[in-house]
């Protein structure tokens, strides 16, 4: 087990707004004044989403230069900033590829099922993955299901996806009717996950604590915040993205394990 703990921030996600937290971050000032926070509490790298003039869900390349360079000026490189690519019922494959392409971010996150959605989808994600890996672009691997770890070890083998830095997010409890995540569905992405490789873990609504305990537990690193979770196992509303963070590094302190910092998720991203 790596003594390191990669935690994640996702503070916002694609469909939540004030009405359900009213801390929850939407604009680029925002942001970054909770992303600093939570660098401080022991996050090392943002998940980003951003928005348009309605509060939509949005891929848009300059909004994301705008609150890149918000959070850069909040935290300097104390965070690794990744972007989503999530469809979120608006975006099909070549808008969510395009869109990293504008950008060419330090990181972006990609779901396996959502590029490629059919073998006919495969010749064009091969050439953006590989793409991404020539521009440094460090990719995140988002898997829904367990089954889709076999669809991303295959891709790896027949190169339609690059090995180097083949690091997966399995999610846990976004498929389930309520939203809520068993901690027990990790087991069956980690018995079709090689031991040997990094993975990590965010999991849907009250029991996202429980499952990141587990995560952490067994090796791996994971992602906390609003996206995820607006509550603390209790139940009761968290008050901000920090509490949850600080409540996670101290998970991963008990354990004997230390939150990385911000390079130290870089070089393992970028690990052979």
């Not at 989503?84 to 990181?107: F, H, I, N, S, W």
């Not at 996150?109 to 091969?126: G, Q």
Request: glycine share 8%.
């Amino acid at each position: 087990m790596s003594a390191l703990a990669v935690i994640a921030v996702a503070p916002n996600g694609a469909r939540r707004g004030k009405a359900d937290h009213p801390r929850l971050p939407i604009t680029p000032e925002e942001i970054s004044r909770e992303a600093a926070l939570c660098a401080e509490a022991g996050a090392s790298l943002l998940h980003l989403h951003v928005r348009d003039e309605q509060g939509r869900h949005s891929l848009d390349a300059g909004r994301y230069r705008e609150a890149i360079a918000a959070v850069r000026q909040s935290v300097g490189d104390a965070l690794l900033i990744q972007v989503t690519t999530e469809a979120a019922g608006r975006y099909g494959p070549d808008e969510q590829m395009e869109a990293v392409k504008r950008l060419k971010p330090e990181a972006a996150s990609v779901a396996v099922a959502e590029l490629i959605p059919t073998s006919a989808h495969e010749a064009a994600a091969a050439q953006f993955y590989h793409w991404a890996a020539d521009e440094g672009v460090a990719l995140q691997h988002i898997l829904y299901e367990p089954g889709e770890v076999a669809a991303l070890i295959d891709f790896a083998r027949r190169g339609v996806i690059p090995e180097r830095g083949l690091h997966p997010l399995f999610v846990l409890g976004k498929r389930a009717p309520d939203q809520q995540a068993d901690p027990r569905e990790l087991m069956a992405f980690l018995e079709r996950w090689p031991a040997e490789k990094p993975w990590s873990v965010c999991a849907f609504g009250r029991t996202e604590t429980a499952a990141l305990a587990m995560a952490l537990a067994l090796g791996g690193h994971v992602r906390v915040g609003f996206e995820n979770s607006l509550v603390r196992p209790d139940g009761l509303k968290a008050a901000d993205n920090a509490e949850a963070v600080g409540r996670i590094a101290g998970i991963v302190r008990a354990l004997g394990r230390r939150p990385a910092t911000a390079q130290e998720c870089r070089a393992l991203f970028a690990q052979p």
